[in-house]
Nanobody
């Protein structure tokens, strides 16, 4: 069982910023495509951002220009910097690691709540 450890999240204000972090085992970090997904109440889980081992990033349309995914190699850590927060960003955010060769192999974190409210 692969453990993805998430941190960050909590309450943010509209227009403000929050940062999420995810730590994963080294072997996973070196090979897998890392990413963040989110699920709001009553909605399906959706892509927020992914980062492949070669540095390619993909962002969901609703967060483009506001969120940034990055990694810290020495710490096996992936960050999601969330700027210009909006109430519709409220959701549970999940860290994910997908095997780029076997796409059905995905590991998930437990999720962290992000609430954007004034």
């Amino acid at each position: 069982q692969v453990h993805l450890a998430e941190s960050g999240g909590g309450l943010g204000q509209p227009g403000g910023s929050l940062t999420l972090s995810c730590t994963t085992p080294r072997i996973i970090f070196n090979i897998y495509t890392m990413g963040w997904y989110r699920q709001a109440p009553g909605k399906q889980r959706e892509l927020v951002a992914t980062l492949s081992k070669n540095g390619t990033t993909i962002y969901g349309d609703s967060v483009k220009g506001r969120f940034t995914i990055s990694k810290v190699d020495l710490k096996n850590m992936v960050h999601l910097q969330m700027d210009d927060l909006k109430p519709e960003d409220t959701a549970i955010y999940y860290c994910a690691a997908r095997n780029p060769y076997y796409l059905d192999t995905v590991y998930w974190g437990q999720g962290t709540q992000v609430t954007v409210s004034s």
